[in-house]
């Protein structure tokens, strides 16, 4: 019998079942598949499925977006800044991460203390945040611009492992 619930542990992160794992591998092959089409694959109904992908949603485990190629909509510089800090690093964080530009921010280890994706329309505007919004933030003591050239892969298909 299969367990139509997707539960948490005491640290309040789900813990997800072999069907809840099925069902996030259907979505990331193909988000628009229907609740039916992904019932039949993993062996539910569709209003199973549907509660399913919802309390997944609700639950912070999954986000289910449209992903555009950056230069099809007129977003041509992307780059990948490495940023030291002196202070605390998650203030820093948090104000990338409110910037539209900003698609990605983490704090690491090693090297660097906060890594942050960009995407800019060009190489003016990638100038303007670095240099005017970014290096002027509290705690930034320098900024690594690693500007992309060609993007190889992109995939958001690494299962549930």
């Known amino acids: 019998m299969v367990n139509q619930n ?13 069907v809840s794992k099925l069902i996030i591998e259907q979505l990331q092959q ?3 598949r229907s609740y039916g089409a992904i019932g039949k694959a993993v062996g539910l109904s569709e209003a199973a ?3 399913r992908v919802q309390r997944l949603t609700e639950a912070g485990v999954i986000q ?13 510089r ?14 820093l964080a948090d104000a990338l991460a409110e910037m539209d530009e900003v698609d990605y921010v983490v704090i690491c280890t090693g090297r660097f203390d ?3 994706e960009v995407v800019c329309a060009d190489d003016s505007d990638l ?7 970014i290096r002027t933030l509290a705690g930034v003591r320098n900024v690594e611009t690693l500007t992309y050239l060609k993007l190889r ?3 958001y298909q690494w299962g549930t492992r």
């Open 49 to 51: 499925v549907r509660q």
């Open 153 to 155: 892969k992109q995939t």
């Open 127 to 133: 100038l303007d945040l670095v240099s005017n919004r």
């Open 78 to 91: 992307q780059a990948m800044l490495a940023i030291n800090v002196d202070g605390p690093l998650e203030p």
């Open 6 to 18: 997707t539960t948490a542990h005491a640290a309040g992160s789900p813990v997800l079942d072999e």
């Open 64 to 76: 289910i977006v449209a992903v555009t190629d950056p230069m099809q909509v007129g977003l041509f």
């Open 114 to 116: 906060v890594l942050c």
């Open 30 to 32: 193909d988000g628009r």
